[in-house]
């Protein structure tokens, strides 16, 4: 096994253009579930199914009583006169719930866009956030908090302490449109990003937001994957480190059952087609690419193991999101099959939502002790 090197400034290995397809007022087409009547944000953006269950492995237990992360900005209920006052846009959207609450319409994709905008400016200092008509909108909260996991994880290797700064380096494999993970990652932590995605109008929308907001250009590299089925090749250097890889890869097997997916949420928001003038129920379910891929969530992340069982010096841990219970023994079986080091699942839950992140590394704990050595320091 290779042994940690020196960080090297990454350089594109496919550059993205620098035109950029700006997609100005346009709305996304999905919405995340009531985040804050009584209940708290879940996230059900993807037309990922809510399940229940335990990990398998055991995870750190670092949540707090609403199921988000202890270092969460959004715990409680959202803050909307805070909100407001920074984003005064979103004052439109602002409903009062049963409970007297203050909240939004989460089918209304307009308004889950602007809640989006709203807190991504009030907690993260992202001012100038859009995202192309027909592109998923990214739930904040658990999209935060599979950032706050992965800083745990790298924590562990550094005496407790939360590495952070732009000498920390995270793949994001599927970067989408929102390019919500550098986002939130650079701000809470500055950590520096690479982001990949096959879809070229995605990386377009994410290099726009990079050069609307001041402070993103260095800290976040855009990276095209020309195939599909391919994760790490032609996107990363021989001689390439990445401290962590994270991931929230296309969940569905198939267009039909991502469209199934799509009604079903639709069903959950009780919202029906025909009270919407007949509304494909798919515009709601984000772009094909983004929900569905071969083999679904399982495929796409079996290929991931096996493409880092031949790189097992590409990240001191690689990492993706698992959204259904039932892929997770699969995804087991493929890492006991890689021989990989050691495995985690850690539990997000986030009001009825259940998901979690699975992590392994091939290292062992001398090497990522080394790791820290020759990176951290
Ligand atoms: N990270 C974003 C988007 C996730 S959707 C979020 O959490 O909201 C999944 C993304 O993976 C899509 O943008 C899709 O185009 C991309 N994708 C699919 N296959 C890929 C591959 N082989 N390499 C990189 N990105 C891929």
Redesign the pocket.
């Known amino acids: 096994m290779r042994r940690p090197k020196p960080s090297t400034a990454p350089t594109p290995v496919v550059a993205v253009p620098d035109a950029v397809a700006s997609a100005p007022g346009k709305k996304p087409t999905s919405a995340d579930k009531p985040a804050r009547g009584k209940k708290p944000a879940t996230s059900k ?2 037309g990922k199914k809510p399940t229940g269950g335990q990990p398998l492995a055991s995870g750190v237990n670092t949540q707090a009583k609403d199921g988000l992360h202890p270092r969460s900005r959004h715990h409680g209920q959202y803050d909307f006169a805070r909100l407001i006052a920074d984003s005064p846009a979103l004052a439109r959207f602002v409903i009062t719930t049963k409970y007297g609450n203050p909240s939004i319409d989460f089918a209304n994709p307009a308004a889950v866009k602007a809640l989006n905008q709203a807190l991504l400016r009030t907690h993260y200092g992202i001012s100038d956030w859009d995202i192309p008509v027909g592109y ?1 909108c ?1 739930p904040i909260p658990g ?1 935060a908090d599979y950032l706050h996991h992965l800083a745990d994880l790298l924590a562990e290797v550094n005496d407790g302490k939360i590495p952070r700064g732009p000498k920390i380096s995270v793949l ?7 390019a ?2 550098p986002l939130i990652g650079h701000r809470e932590y500055g950590w520096h990003f690479v982001g ?4 070229a109008d ?1 990386l377009a929308s994410a290099q726009r937001i990079i050069k609307a907001n001041q402070g993103l250009g260095t800290a976040i590299t855009l990276r095209r ?1 020309r ?5 790490f090749a032609g ?1 990363v250097q021989t001689d390439e480190h990445f401290d962590i890889s994270v ?4 969940f569905h097997a198939s267009a039909a059952e991502a469209a199934a997916g799509s009604t079903r949420k639709w069903h959950h928001l009780g919202k029906h087609a025909a009270a919407r003038g007949g509304t494909p129920v798919l515009n709601f379910g ?2 094909d ?2 929900l569905w ?1 071969e083999g679904g969530e399982v495929g ?1 992340i079996t290929r991931m193991i096996g493409e880092s069982r031949q790189t097992p010096g590409l990240c001191l841990w690689f990492t993706s ?1 698992v959204s259904k219970e039932s892929s997770v023994p699969m995804i087991v079986r493929a890492l006991q099959a890689a021989h990989v080091r050691e495995r985690r699942v850690i539990d997000l839950s986030h009001g009825q939502k259940r998901s979690r992140i699975v992590a392994w590394t091939f290292l062992d704990e001398r090497q990522r002790r080394d790791w820290r050595g020759v990176r951290w320091q």
């Open positions: 953006v993807q998923l990214p999209r994001d494999v599927g970067v989408g449109a929102s919500i993970y990949t995605d096959c879809d995605a994957q195939s599909p089925q391919t994760l996107v991931c929230n890869p296309p984000g772009k690419g983004e891929c796409f999101l």
